[in-house]
């Protein structure tokens, strides 16, 4: 990609003519639909019979993708109904209020300049510690670092 520009309009091309899944199922470090073996969500110990049951329990687990799980022994993901407490945790790693926080699809969020990932705030820096994890070094680390250097 040439600039950010650029990137942001494949990604709506993208979605409009395939729709989120398909990011969801052909992305880089995603994992394909297809290729799913139910796992138990690290939080309540539910069976996740579909990916998209799946979600990154960060900051109660690990961060780790569900590509990752996939290769891992070691499962660090949660279901669906444990992600209400998991963007509660989230929420408060950021020391925001519910009420001023706003959520953005994929597309929106591309497009703003004035957005950082959650992932490198000091607090969640210390998270990770507390984890024994490097952000930077997991799948979703290096990928931004990626991203950042196209993107310039």
Known sequence: MSNKKDHIDMIKQIVRTYGENHIYNYGNGMLHEDLYKPIDCCLCGKEMKTIHDTNCAFPLARLQSAKEAFQSHNKYRSCNKCE??????????????????????????????DLKSMYETPEAQKRFA???????????????????KECQ
Request: negative net charge; glycine residues 6%; hydrophobic residues 35%.
């Open 84 to 113: 209400v407490d998991v963007l509660d945790a989230r929420t408060e790693l950021l020391g925001e209020e519910n009420s001023e926080i706003t959520y953005l699809t994929l597309v929106q969020s591309l497009e703003r300049d």
């Open 130 to 148: 507390e984890l024994g994890q490097d952000y930077f070094k997991t799948w979703l680390g290096k990928s931004e670092k990626v991203n950042l």
